[in-house]
Structures are given as C-alpha cells and as structure tokens.
T-cell receptor, first 117, second 114 residues
Framework: AQKITQTQPGMFVQEKEAVTLDCTYD???????LFWYKQPSSGEMIFLIY??????QNATEGRYSLNFQKARKSANLVISASQLGDSAMYFC??????????????FGKGTSLLVTP | ETGVTQTPRHLVMGMTNKKSLKCEQH?????MYWYKQSAKKPLELMFV???????ENNSVPSRFSPECPNSSHLFLHLHTLQPEDSALYLC?????????????FGPGTRLTVT
C-alpha cells in the first residue's frame, strides 16, 4: 500500500511568489521521519529538509519550510520567494524501518514544479 | 571528489551484455542504497547495505547483483537485462545512528537496455 501521497502531479508558480507542495503519509509507527527532495532535470536527488515525528516545531531551511500537521498526517513543503532554478521534481519521502536492519526511504510519486518569470 | 559519485552516467547495453554500475561515497557514511527510478513511477528501493552487509533486497530479480566491498563503494552488476530494466539507477548513502538518517544521492546512471 502506498504510504506517501502527493496529489499534485504538476504545479506552476510565478517567480518571487510562494508555493506549497502537498504531501500526506500513512504510518502506524510512533517514531518516523519525513523528508523532501528536489530532483532537477539532471537527475540528482537533492536533500532539502527533514521533519522528525517528535519535533515540536516545523522545520525550516532557508527558503524551504515544512508545514507539519501530525494529526492530519500531512507534511507540506513551502517554498518562499520562488526562483527560476526551483523548477524541478519534488519528492516527499518517509523513513521506514527495515526489520532487524536499518532504514530506507519510501518515496511519493512527486510533483513537477515550474517557476515562470 | 565530494558527496556521492556514480559511474557511468549513461549506459546503453544489449540484453546479453554484462556491465557494472559503480557508486562511491565520500561522506564517511555507514549505509548505502540502490534505487531504481522508472518513468512516472516512485523511486523503488532495490538494495540496502548497512555496515557492508546486505540487509534488504526487496525482491529484485537475480539479473541484478549488488556488491559492497567496503563502506565507501557499492556496485550493481547487471547481466541479461530486459528492456523494462531501462531506468535511472540512483545510489545513496546515509549515516545510521545519527540525526534523521537523511540519504544523500549520487547523480544516477541512466541505463538503456536495447
């Protein structure tokens, strides 16, 4: 069953505006981690931001912030002051435990963001 | 070199060929991963190595064979692939036991099977 849901296949935003990319998740673990990655056309997955399930405050990293609503099981990414270089695929991911081992990331299908001049 | 590197960046191979993908991480991490990214599909975890031991293979066909000789290097050996194996193969590393276990990815190898 899909554990990470990104309902927006594509989004447009004008340069210098803010944009919110949606992510909902499903887990029964009390301890989990949520991540956002950016994938430009070059293919590399770039780590943006992390939110732990026990973190009291929403994570922020520069122009990126994570709107974490635990009761709703949502972890939306907010990009402020969009730049043309922000055009890329954005993936939400959740850390999952591999029994008797370590961890892996379970990714959503991604949202394609296009920033227009 | 910094971060995670992968070679080759592009690979075209026939179904009867044998090739290998290489990944090297320069971050001092203790876990490495292979992911497959097909068009319009989420990333699929293929293999996990933690402390150089394979801990997860996620039901990957045997035509994919991983190798982790040390904590910095990871290989994916390919043989008798199928056209549906054409995809972007991403390597990642992380430090287990610290922080959020965020994974850092290489640029990927874009594989085309003809």
């Amino acid at each position: 069953a899909q554990k990470i849901t990104q309902t927006q296949p594509g989004m447009f935003v004008q340069e210098k505006e803010a944009v919110t990319l949606d992510c909902t998740y499903d887990t029964s673990d009390p301890s989990y981690g949520l991540f956002w990655y950016k994938q430009p056309s070059s293919g590399e997955m770039i780590f943006l931001i992390y939110q732990g399930s026990y973190d009291q405050q929403n994570a922020t990293e520069g122009r990126y912030s994570l709107n974490f609503q635990k009761a709703r099981k949502s972890a939306n990414l907010v990009i402020s002051a969009s730049q043309l270089g922000d055009s890329a695929m954005y993936f939400c991911a959740m850390r999952e435990v591999i029994p008797n081992s370590g961890y892996a990331l379970n990714f959503g299908k991604g949202t394609s963001l296009l920033v227009t001049p | 070199e910094t971060g995670v590197t992968q070679t080759p960046r592009h690979l075209v191979m026939g179904m009867t060929n044998k090739k290998s993908l290489k990944c090297e991480q320069h971050l001092g991490h203790n876990a490495m991963y292979w992911y497959k990214q097909s068009a319009k599909k989420p990333l699929e975890l293929m293999f996990v190595y933690s402390l150089e031991e394979r801990v997860e293979n996620n039901s990957v066909p045997s035509r994919f064979s991983p190798e982790c000789p040390n904590s910095s290097h990871l290989f994916l050996h390919l043989h008798t692939l199928q056209p549906e194996d054409s995809a972007l193969y991403l390597c990642a590393s992380s430090q287990e036991g610290q922080g959020g276990y965020e994974q850092y990815f290489g640029p990927g190898t874009r594989l085309t099977v003809t």
